[in-house]
């Protein structure tokens, strides 16, 4: 039973900084690649940041060199930090894992940026 869940949302000042954490159990979580994706009302899911089992790291431009993905595999725990944020990063973020054809999704954590 593979589960994932998000934490570390909540509201934050325009140029703030937070950190998401998504705790992994139920596969190996050392093989897969982990990924976090957000969602605003009305738009679609898009890809905000991938590591994968190699550590390997890619990013939206939108967030290029404000946002870094990590994870740790002791912990089974992929994170992304976020610095200087903006009102457009406002959205639902969801944690992702895949391997092969396989996919799955955490139910999210909200992050508001407002001042």
């Known amino acids: 039973q593979v589960q994932l869940v998000e934490s570390g949302g909540g509201l934050v000042q325009p140029g703030g900084s937070l950190r998401l954490s998504c705790a992994a159990s139920?596969?190996?979580?050392?093989?897969?690649?982990m990924g976090w994706y957000r969602q605003a009302p009305g738009k679609q899911r898009d890809l905000v940041a991938t590591i994968t089992s190699g550590d390997n790291t890619n990013y939206a431009d939108s967030v290029k060199g404000r946002f870094t993905i990590s994870r740790d595999n002791v912990e089974n725990t992929v994170y992304l930090q976020m610095n200087s944020l903006k009102p457009e990063d406002t959205a639902v973020y969801y944690c992702n894992a895949v391997r092969m054809l396989w996919s799955y999704w955490g139910q999210g954590t909200q992050l508001t940026v407002s001042s």
């Open positions: 139920g596969l190996n979580f050392g093989i897969w690649d």
